[in-house]
């Protein structure tokens, strides 16, 4: 390791616990205060306990061969297992077209009636769910563990507390958002009020990513819910086997309630059901997937006219400058690229260090990654760091990339291949890896490998870094690490991203007053913060009389018919000059030329 680095590092690391314990502190002091000042005004919340989960000890299940969950024999039936172990889950039949129409029909029936709820009970739906989430949350972890292969921490992590912020942020901010906004009407239209009305679409869709399965279901059922939408979610194939356990979790909760269950309509399938949702009538599209599946959605949305959010991933990179605290920044990154096994669309796919700090920074990462550890965090107990790859399809892909890119210079120092589990042989795993000396012109340096693999690039400053980062066609999330934080910030402006971070990792995701979106082929629109809520509701433009009797008048010399076209012309451009004319002598003159042009 380089001297620099090394001091860097030293000086950091011994002064951070005392840093962390200040932010602890300062965190439960924060908290505690909020907590008394809401005692007092806690509304009640109706409990509900759901009334299935699945099993998700299943020692004895029969073990199945890494394979796509489509069954050869039966096209029409999901297979699920467990990705970690190759243990089978269930098997359960697609639903046909029919079936679709169907459930599009249920949810737009029980949406007439919700559209007409009050805040309040809205509010109180959602407050019932962050309780049941809060109180079942290692029940709601074990069923996502099972499903996707992820480890507890990183299903609390991307699971829970995102979950629970949205709810959070929602039944705080939904109303305000939401609520009728006025705005200025201007010289012309002084006496009337005008605002904006924010009414439900009607019925909407999301069509999500198998990643986070609680997550990704439930935050978009959240939205569609607090903004008056009944909500149909597709829910991919690769995590069939929960998507009845949340389904009952949110049908259970309405019931408590007295709505009706059928607002929310949950469907598995495969691409079939994907194109039959967008034709079923649905009013909105959230998508959450690859760029590749997401054109094939606006092209058959297009068709029928439905707006699109799409949210297709990212390649997002973390830029260190050489005065970057390492101490802090290091961790941070860890956890950026292998948080969840690198199955993030907001994780940190590239790093791009300054020369000053690029060997040490190297050093350092080799060090951690190299004991990380495989394995089931439901079966292998508390020594596992890293889960299973959710689908186990992609290992030729990734070994490919990797191939590419040392073909062409770069060095893989660890991992670069899949990885037989010595006690889940059917597990579908990934060696962490480390590969560094990576150019732009790779491909593995544009194209997202969803996989926990840390790629390391070197930059000869923040401009070279800079133009690094933007030659990738994605532009999702990113991150840039400097003790200079106005230098760090006016670098995040100039990045190709929807979100950026200055001196931390996907943060922006639980400030959920913030929208969530990116550029280029990492799609358009925003889900979370008020612009997620607004966009899931028509904005009805409204007028209405501000001062009793006083309406709009049509004056005479434009009345049809009109007497005289030259000086019905004279009068409205005068009228232009009044009301818009920046200077006050000009719309004195103005007023005069009105005067004559009426008599």
Known sequence: MDPLTHSILSSHCCIMFDNWSNVVAAVVGLAISYLAMQFAFQPKVVHFTSAHHPHTTLLAAHILTPSPPQDPKNPKTIICYDPATGRHLASIPAPTA????????????AQEKWAQTSWEQRRAVLRSLLDFVLQNQEEICRVACRDTGKTMIDATLGEIITTCAKLRWTIDNGEEVLAQDYRAPGLLMMYKHAKVVYQ????????????????????????ALMSGNGIMIKCSEYVAWSTEYWQNIIH???????????????????????????????????????????????????????????????????????????????????RGVFQNCGQNCIGIERILVAQEIYDGFVAEMEKRIKTLRLGSALEDGDGIDCGAMTMGTQSDRLEHLIQEAVSRGARLLLGGKRYQHPEHPTGQYFSPTLLVDVTPDMEIANHETFAP????????????????ANLCPYGLGSSVFSADKKLAEEM????????????????????????????????????????????????????????????????????????????????????????????????????????????
């Open 98 to 109: 029919a079936d679709v129409t169907e459930a599009y029909k249920k949810a737009s029936r």
């Open 200 to 223: 439900p679409m009607g019925v909407v869709a999301a069509l999500v990513s198998w990643n986070y399965p609680f997550h990704n279901t439930f935050g978009p059922l959240i939205s």
């Open 252 to 334: 259970t909760c309405l019931a408590a309630h007295g709505h009706d269950p059928e607002l929310v309509q949950f469907v598995n399938g495969f691409a079939d059901v994907g194109e039959a949702i967008v034709s079923s009538g649905v009013n909105h599209i959230t998508f959450i997937g690859s760029p590749q599946v997401g054109k094939m959605v606006q092209l058959n949305a297009a068709q029928h006219l439905v707006p699109c959010l799409l949210e297709l991933g990212g390649k997002d990179c973390a830029i260190l400058l050489k005065d970057a605290d390492l101490g802090q920044a290091i961790p941070v990154l860890m």
């Open 453 to 468: 693999i840390m790629v390391i690039m070197k930059h000869a400053g923040a401009e070279d870094a800079l133009r690094l």
């Open 492 to 599: 995040c402006l100039k990045l190709k991203v929807g979100m950026a971070n200055v001196n931390d990792f996907a943060v922006n995701y639980l400030c959920q007053s913030l929208p969530f979106g990116g550029v280029g082929i990492s799609g358009y629109g925003r889900f979370a913060g008020a612009e997620g809520l607004r966009g899931l509701c028509v904005p009805k433009s409204i007028t209405i009389d501000r001062i009793p009797f006083v309406k709009t008048p049509i004056p005479p010399i434009v009345d049809y018919p009109i007497k005289s076209a030259s000086k019905g012309y004279g009068f409205v451009k005068e009228l232009v000059r009044f009301a818009y004319g920046p200077a006050i002598s000009e719309k004195i003159m103005a007023g005069l030329g009105l005067a004559k042009a009426s008599m």
